[in-house]
């Protein structure tokens, strides 16, 4: 029995991928089943149903438990990876959400994908380096990675399961296809590299960009970026979460006033940076930050002095990257006048923070007025409460 597995972003990239592994394991095998899993009972399942020798594994979401089971193996797992504004594109054109939604499942793929970077054995097959490589290269370049050695004839068969037109005279290597050119043919989503799909708001890639970007490379071992989740990602409590888009009215009584966005993390320890501007007098009003998944992951209180530009900050730590995180910013007394003008948080992993700490008032720089003390707690005896 033979086990085949591919990681990858929903995308052209992953799709030629599981096609050609397909065409191998035909070679080989004759028949193989091709399995969507995200858990590991699923995986577990698949394996016990199994009706053939081989078996493809895909998966877009894998979770914790699946990932920590595949990382045990010292077998080569193939990682299919893309521009993800190209990514983007592909998932919108397909299921033909082009909304926040969009912006999320992108997020839990990146997200959840990054859990398995440290495997000794990943062959990451990355879009922008493969579009101009002739597929025959990158067949080889599968076989001998999984330690497969197909016949002439068997390559021949491959090659023209993935589009290649050996019809006529004697094939030779001019008529093999590139991988954008194969992709083109066998995807019927396909979308040219940079193609910007008229369907996605200017407002919502934007949005993407902010999010979704500074992860294109956490699959890869390379840094993870800072990530910025801007205003308008956020739900407005009062108004049955509708988006925001002006200012935050703080007037009325003590209520949690902003919640979202339900993006998703890489695993590890993250500082999140609040950045607001309150533009009316609140009168000692205090402010209370909670982080969540399915649990408290931080909280802190603050108290800002006077009218004008703040920043605060916490840590936490993301063990499960499958669930989303959500912010909620609650008043802590009721509230004759007052708003906030700017809302938005920053996400630095641990591994880009300068060697300075913040202090616990929050301030990282000199022309951002001063917190009261904050008091910060990582308590997860705290049941979450409920964004009314």
Known sequence: MTLFVAFGLPGTMLSWGIAALKAIASEVYGDCN??????????????????SEAMIITSHYPDRELCAFLMRSKAPY?????????????????TGTTDIPLVRAMSASLACISQIRTHPSILAVQRQKMSSVQIHRILG??????????SKEG????????????????????????????????????????TELKAISP?????????LKPLDGSIMRTPITNVTWPLQTFLLADKA????????????????VIYGPYFHLPPGEWTAR???????????????????????????????????????QAQFQIERAKEPIEVRLFTE????????????????????????????????????????????????????????
């Not at 091709?34 to 009706?51: F, I």
């Not at 521009?83 to 983007?88: Q, S």
Request: with cysteine.
């Open 78 to 94: 193939l990682v299919f990876t893309e521009n993800v504004m190209d990514a983007l594109n592909w998932l919108a054109k397909t």
């Open 34 to 51: 091709t399995v969507k899993v995200e858990t590991l009972p699923q995986l577990q399942d698949a394996w016990r149903n199994r009706t």
């Open 155 to 194: 390559i021949i068969r491959c090659l023209e399961k993935l589009g290649t037109d050996f019809s006529g005279p004697a094939p030779d290597l001019s008529r093999i296809p590139t991988f954008e050119a194969s992709a083109k043919k066998l995807d019927p989503h396909y979308l040219t590299p940079g």
């Open 333 to 388: 007394s009721g509230a004759i006048e007052g708003s906030i003008a700017h809302w938005s948080v920053e996400l630095i992993p641990e591994e880009s923070l300068p060697a300075q700490r913040f202090d616990d008032t929050g301030n990282d720089a000199e022309n951002e007025r001063a917190l009261a003390p904050s008091e910060r707690s990582k308590s997860k005896e705290n049941q979450p409460a409920n964004a009314q």
């Open 141 to 150: 370049h599968f076989c001998r990675t999984l330690g497969i050695n197909l």
């Open 241 to 256: 979460g509708a988006n925001i888009v002006s200012e935050i009215e703080l007037v009325g009584r003590a209520r949690c």
């Open 203 to 211: 407002e919502i890639r934007a949005i993407a960009l902010d999010v």
């Open 274 to 312: 609040f950045s607001m501007r309150i533009d009316n007098e609140i009168y000692g009003q205090i402010f209370t930050i909670e982080i969540h998944n399915s649990e408290l992951l931080s909280k802190i209180r603050i108290r800002p002095s006077q009218t004008g530009s703040f920043v605060a």
